[in-house]
């Protein structure tokens, strides 16, 4: 059996790494598909203990349900995001108020609290310093609230409601 539960989860993330990959590099090119193909059967043998703990068990019609309105949604905040930054920097009459925050999440996987991280991290405005337990420490081009609950409210929890569907 622990064949087979290692196995199923070298496969799943496999297909996590490659399917990674492919939106990553935006293309179909065969050469591309190969490496990148290559590459994630390579690096799974050595992270495959530490990035999954269910496997295949995760590909659930929900959390692919999930996955799929998350994308758009999150590439939508990044798209506003960038338009704030934007507007920010030519526009000296726009506020900057920088500071670093506070935000809880009621995430409980690695996984789940790593997706959230890198959310956060990839709009701009935000990023993500460090993550202890149940807390994110964020620095924010603009604090609407100093709060931990404002901050989580404004920051995590638009993210947050989509990845405790996809990672439980």
Excluded at 30 to 56: N, R, T
Excluded at 135 to 150: F, R, S
């Amino acid at each position: 059996m622990e064949k087979a539960g290692k196995l199923n989860r070298y496969i799943f993330t496999v297909v996590v790494l490659y399917v990674s990959w492919i939106l990553l590099t935006a293309t179909t090119h065969k050469d591309e598909l190969i490496a990148g193909l290559i590459v994630s059967l390579l690096v799974a043998i050595g992270s495959f203990d530490y990035l999954s703990e269910h496997g295949l068990g995760h590909f659930s019609p929900k959390r692919v349900m999930y996955l799929i309105i998350y994308a758009p949604y999150y590439l939508w905040q990044i798209l506003l995001a960038n338009f704030d930054v934007a507007y920010r920097v030519l526009a000296p009459s726009m506020p900057i108020k920088p500071g670093i925050v506070k935000v809880k999440t009621g995430l409980k996987t690695d996984a789940g609290k790593l997706a959230l991280a890198n959310s956060i991290t990839m709009t701009p405005g935000t990023l993500t310093m460090d993550v202890k337990d149940d807390t994110l420490l964020v620095h924010w081009i603009y604090v609407k609230d100093e709060t931990v609950e404002g901050a989580t409210k404004e920051i995590g929890t638009p993210f947050e409601k989509y990845l405790k569907e996809i990672f439980g």
